[in-house]
């Protein structure tokens, strides 16, 4: 090879060898840079202090009125060991102080703590209310740091007298080194929750970087008055109502009123839940449904709450209002129809809490309602129609007819009457029931009734104005008292000028007689 050649051939090898060299030492270069870069790694295991102060308001099983409570915590250690514990009993006292301390080692953050309370019997002892704690949901710090909380908490429980029961516990989590994990299931236990029959646990410590919302216990008050104008999807021209409430995975329903599109129920419904902050919680969702025997419920609409909206302070009164339906198929924005009166609470717990009321009905005032029923036209029923009259049906479940009447002819009756019923009016007009009508038949001489149709008017509708304006119970007693006065009054006028008539009559009849002899 010539000179120029050669040198050439040297230049690229050197330049291979250092180029070589430069990307092989910037590996190992970038490779320790990233390994200083790794983050540590975050600790899921650690010690539990639980310390239980006292509870509230506990329901009393035995028969002087009192319970002897204590109460049980349940949980597993990282090993899936089920760990137990229990405090001492308190005689006769339905606001237990216990003021015991437990320690459990090697637990999971992601763990869940089971307290349940007991009423101590001599053959089988009664729960009293229960409470499930997630450990993660209870911290404010970031993932991997010690946290220590001590907070009140209500307590589930069926009793419907102790649904403010609340339990104040202490929490403090010291987090152990990295290296302590929690086992992973093998073999049996695997195989169980691969094919469901025991529920896989997460660890929800570290899904993410914010990890688990802090999460408080709170009471969800639906205070659930009636309905009115819902839509009717049974043959019979009504619906079989009721309403179910959804928050925070916790719901709830409502009884089933047969046979009405404007039910009516007047009863408070609690749900006790762990709640986030309610600027970030989801919404509560209420969905009115119509029952079916035989076939899928169908919904007749829903409407949703923000949280926030419902957090109330001690002693706050109740506020209801019309709630508009939408559609239940998910378009959004339509409305469909029906309305639902209702109220939402979101109760924070504490060792003083805001009473559940014991009754939603309102206050009333005497009135009467006058019903001028002049006739029906256009009637049909398959079999053609035998003799109709009309039923009225109060909010106090008590009905009023018509005569009945196939005059002119039975598809077209008139009745020409005035029925004049006493009735309670609530002093705020938003709380008047509805007045349902029915088309009755009456066939084969009184052996088979059927209805024809039905219909129903608010009652609000028809208040005259001075009686929307006047809330003053005395005062509307008084103008029922001179109301029955003048009536009264009325009737003995009425009287006394027919027996006058009567008297005049025999009078003539006599002198006539007296003439004719």
């Not at 229990?86 to 216990?98: Q, V």
């Not at 301390?101 to 101590?120: A, G, N, S, W």
């Not at 009863?267 to 919680?281: G, L, Q, S, W």
């Not at 949703?304 to 957090?311: G, H, L, P, T």
């Amino acid at each position: 090879l010539s000179p120029v050649c050669l040198g050439s051939l040297r230049r690229a090898a050197m330049n291979a060898k250092q180029w070589y060299q430069r990307r092989v030492h910037g590996e190992a270069l970038l490779e320790e840079e990233e390994e200083d870069q790794a983050p540590p790694e975050i600790p899921t295991v650690g010690k539990l202090q639980l310390w239980i102060y006292q509870a509230q308001d506990l329901p009393g099983m035995d028969s002087d009125g009192y319970s002897d409570p204590f109460a049980t915590i349940k949980t597993s250690n990282k090993d899936g060991k089920e760990l137990f514990a229990k405090t001492r009993t308190i005689d006769k006292n339905l606001n237990p102080k216990w003021y015991q301390q437990f320690e459990f080692d090697m637990i999971p953050v992601c763990e869940t703590l089971h307290i349940e309370i007991y009423d101590q019997d001599i053959l089988q002892n009664d729960l009293l209310g229960k409470l499930t704690l997630l450990l993660s949901a209870q911290s404010k710090k970031p993932p991997g740091k010690n946290f220590d909380c001590k907070s009140w908490y209500f307590l589930t429980t069926k009793t419907e007298s102790a649904k403010t029961g609340r339990l104040q516990l202490r929490l403090k989590f010291t987090f152990a080194d990295s290296k302590f994990r929690a086992r992973k299931p093998t073999g049996l236990t695997n195989l169980m929750q691969s094919t469901g029959l025991i529920k896989k646990k997460k660890d929800l410590s570290i899904t993410s970087d914010f990890g688990t919302p802090p999460k408080h216990s709170m009471q969800l008050r639906a205070h659930i008055y009636m309905a009115r104008n819902l839509q009717a999807f049974d043959s019979n021209g009504l619906s079989d109502p009721y309403i179910r409430i959804r928050f925070c995975g916790m719901d709830c329903r409502t009884t089933t009123l047969t046979r009405t599109v404007n039910p009516e129920w007047f009863k408070t419904f609690n749900m006790n839940v762990m709640c986030p902050d309610p600027r970030y919680a989801p919404d509560i969702q209420i969905i009115v449904y119509d029952w079916d025997q035989f076939s899928k419920d169908d919904q007749l609409g829903r409407f949703s709450v923000k949280a926030a909206e419902c957090v109330v302070n001690h002693g706050e009164e109740i506020r209801p209002k019309w709630f508009d339906l939408y559609d239940a198929d998910g378009v959004y924005g339509t409305t469909v129809e029906g309305q639902v009166l209702a109220a939402f609470q979101l109760i924070k717990v504490g060792s003083r809490v805001t009473p559940i009321p014991k009754s939603l009905q309102p206050p009333t005032r005497n009135a009467w309602l006058q019903i001028v029923t002049l006739g029906l036209r256009g009637l049909s029923c398959l079999g053609g129609v035998g003799l109709p009259y009309l039923e009225f049906k109060l909010p106090n479940s008590k009905n009023y007819k018509t005569k009945k009447s196939r005059s002119p002819s039975p598809e077209n009756p008139n009745y020409l009457q005035i029925l004049k019923i006493p009735i309670k009016v609530p002093l705020d007009p938003m709380y008047a029931s509805s007045l349902k009508i029915n088309v009755m038949d009456n066939m084969f001489g009184g052996f088979m009734k059927r209805t024809i149709g039905h219909a129903s008017l608010c009652i609000s509708d028809f208040l005259e104005q001075d009686d929307i304006k006047f809330l003053d119970e005395k005062k509307a007693k008084e103008d029922m008292a001179n109301e029955l006065k003048r009536q009264q009054e009325e009737d003995e006028r009425k009287l006394i000028e027919m027996e006058e008539a009567r008297r005049k009559e025999e009078e003539e009849r006599a002198i006539k007689k007296k003439q004719y002899e």
